[in-house]
């Protein structure tokens, strides 16, 4: 999709944009600072033109580029309401990966969860970015999940090796084929077995990098909020002592301990 113009930092000279005069500002710095922040990735911005799911048309800015450590590319639009709500982001990963869980056929990024937790001032497009490669690259260094056999295809095999032992010369000792399809059938479900155990120890190691991501979150958002001023240093220390229980006792951090620090003076 071909931009309608170039974007400068003169956004707020661009009257046909649905931003107020105050967002255009924001964005304008979200900008520089995603460039700054990522000068390797090639992040431009464009004014686009951008067509909602209900059909209205809308000259939108968008920012395309790559994500810094996996190469996947990201396109973010920025909706009207921006910064008070999330973007819209489409994700491509590199050729040859298997697109993530949290991307759904259309390429959009429908389950992350710096979007699901999106809160401005603290949410911006440099944490956007970062929380994205984290979430690529913990995909991509997991091995695929093995397809693991049922109990039908079992059964299948099974009674595969029984035919074949009807189909024996007669003077075949029977006692022995008996035992080939036995010796089979056990083979084959200590391979289930195996799987199984592959399976959830891999489920276990997906989770504790999910575990890892939410306690960066949690404590990169504190960090903000006593910069800022929101709460005072006891409350600091207390909150992040909460959110490393959470972690030691393999507990996800709680929504309302990321959110707990703004409702502080």
């Excluded at 059909?55 to 639009?77: K, M, Q, Y």
């Excluded at 920025?78 to 259309?106: K, N, Q």
């Excluded at 960090?223 to 002592?241: F, I, N, S, T």
């Amino acid at each position: 999709m071909a931009p309608s113009s170039s974007l400068g930092l003169g956004l707020g000279g661009h009257t046909f944009l649905p931003y107020p005069q105050a967002a255009c500002r924001e964005i304008e710095h979200h900008l520089v600072s995603l460039a700054a922040a990522f000068p390797s990735s090639s992040f431009e911005a464009t004014l686009s033109p951008f067509t909602h799911d209900d059909g209205r048309d809308a000259i939108l800015v968008n920012a395309a580029g790559t994500l810094p450590s996996t190469g996947a590319e990201v396109s973010v639009w920025l909706l009207e309401a921006y910064p008070h709500v999330a973007p819209l982001v489409f994700l491509t990963p590199v050729s040859g990966s298997i697109r993530p869980a949290y991307v759904d056929g259309s390429g959009a990024v429908t389950a992350a969860p710096y979007l699901r937790h999106w809160s401005w001032p603290d949410s911006d497009l440099v944490g956007l970015v970062q929380s994205l490669d984290v979430l690529v690259r913990l995909h991509d260094d997991q091995p695929p999940v093995p397809r693991e056999p049922s109990h039908d295809a079992i059964a299948e095999a099974v009674t595969d090796s029984a035919c074949d032992v009807r189909r024996v010369d007669g003077d075949t000792d029977m006692r022995r084929a008996l035992r080939v399809v036995q010796d089979e059938k056990d083979r084959l479900e200590q391979e289930l077995l195996a799987l199984s155990i592959k399976e959830a120890e891999l489920l276990d190691a997906v989770a504790a990098e999910q575990r890892a991501v939410e306690r960066a979150e949690a404590e990169d958002a504190l960090d903000r909020a006593l910069q800022a001023g929101r709460v005072p240093l006891c409350r600091y220390l207390k909150e992040m002592k909460d959110v490393a229980r959470a972690q030691f006792m393999a507990l996800p951090v709680p929504d309302d301990l990321l959110a707990r620090p703004e409702h502080h003076a």
